[in-house]
């Protein structure tokens, strides 16, 4: 149980484009995701907390109209990283909590590497 | 602000071996809950092992152990018999009461050798 899949696993784009990052909780309902940003041999950055219908929240230092995100239903957040550029180039991250279980752990997507050519 | 702090950047055990991997915390809160996750080559992050601050029992998951000690605001991991799956970055983790967030240390890299 308490599976979360992440879509694309590896996208490489050209500068100025945008790219959608998809986020699902498979066996469970997520009213709240989480998005995170790794740099290599790094830990963690969280990007924003995403709660279903209604606006993300984002960590101060993130650009919220450069990282879009959505969360329209209880399955699914979505992260579009608008205009990228070189230094947009990470490991995204997203995860979720599954509230019906009472608990404060997160379950982890799989990553996508963006590369921004 | 809460911390967390991970003081081992990276660790070598034997397999089979047993290996601690130390984390210590910074909260002023008295409930709580902090989280152990590896995180392997492959970059998925799975939970290890959680404990919440309220229970004095240390938990335990198969080879995967806590040693809890609130007092001291220290919970480090202890992995038994080390496997070569075990081979991973180390995150512990620590929830912020009132919150859903997870603030995560640094991590240590552990590799388990042949």
């Known amino acids: 149980g308490a599976v979360v899949s992440q879509h694309p696993s590896r996208v490489i784009c050209k500068s100025g484009t945008s790219v959608k990052i998809e986020c699902r909780s498979l066996?469970?309902?997520?009213?709240?995701m989480f998005w995170y940003r790794q740099f290599p041999k790094q830990s963690l950055m969280l990007m924003a907390t995403s709660n279903e219908g209604s606006k993300a929240t984002y960590e101060q230092g993130v650009e919220k109209d450069k990282f879009l995100i959505n969360h329209a239903s209880l399955t699914l957040s979505t992260l579009t990283v608008t205009s990228a550029h070189p230094e947009d180039s990470s490991f995204y991250i997203c995860?979720?909590?599954?509230?019906?279980?009472?608990?404060?752990?997160?379950?982890f997507g799989p990553g996508t590497r963006l590369t921004v050519t | 602000a809460q911390t967390v702090t991970q003081s081992q950047p990276e660790m070598s055990v034997q397999e089979a071996e047993t290996v601690t991997l130390s984390c210590t915390y910074d909260t002023s809160e008295s409930n709580y809950y902090l989280f152990w996750y590896k995180q392997p080559p492959s970059r998925q992050m799975i939970l290890v092992i959680r404990q919440e601050a309220y229970k004095q029992q240390n938990a335990t998951e198969n080879r995967f152990s806590v040693n809890f000690q609130k007092a001291a605001k220290s919970f480090s991991l202890k992995i038994s018999d080390s496997q070569l799956g075990d081979t991973a970055m180390y995150f512990c983790a620590y929830n912020v009461p009132g919150s859903e967030k997870l603030v995560f240390g640094k991590g240590t890299k552990l590799t388990v050798n042949p």
């Open positions: 066996d469970f309902q997520a009213t709240t």
């Open positions: 995860s979720a909590r599954d509230r019906a279980s009472g608990g404060y752990e997160q379950y």
